[in-house]
């Protein structure tokens, strides 16, 4: 059913107003939050879908990807359950990191992703998974088409950032990340998010 006409006059909220990607999972739609060049970390406002400020980054890394996260998705129940823990899903939409091999400075965008893998991070016993693909037309990294394809420091630099970025020195911090998993896993990670936001939200 089409949407009426008055429907365009505003921008989509882009979590809930935006499709994953007529070609989810292995293609999808990412909206940018943060650039590697920017030491300041933004979050989406669930409730206006606004770009935020959430914090300066009190260390020193910076993030090594653009990070945003795929719409309509929801990491919930069936996510969780794929870490094969008892632990639950942190209720926010599914991560993802993307590589591009020109430099992408601006953030508050979207973009297409081919899907490579990810990282199974749990961050305070809740499902955390952040997603590893790459601009889907990238020059350099468009044929990639597993994680195997990208250099082992990129996904390293991946891993040492998010067990490091919230480090200040009277936090404890309390994540974990398992080995890296591949596009097939990643697929089902994506699908099981899209289930859980269909369940959460409805269509």
Known sequence: MPFPDAFYRWRPHPWHGIEAGPDAPEVVNAYIEITPSDPVKYEIDKKTGYLMVDR??????????????????????????????????????????????????????LLHARVLGGLPMVDDNEADDKIIAVLANDNIWGKARD???LPEVLIERLDHYFKTYKITPDNEVSVTIGKPYGRDHALKVISASIEDYQERFGE
């Open 147 to 149: 994680i195997t394809d």
């Open 56 to 109: 300066p980054q009190r260390a020193s890394s910076l993030q090594p990807s653009l990070y945003g996260f795929i719409p309509r998705t929801y990491c919930g129940k069936r996510v969780a359950d794929l870490m094969g823990e008892e632990i639950k899903g942190d209720k926010d939409p599914l991560d993802i990191c993307v590589f591009s091999e020109r430099p992408i400075t601006r953030a508050d965008i």
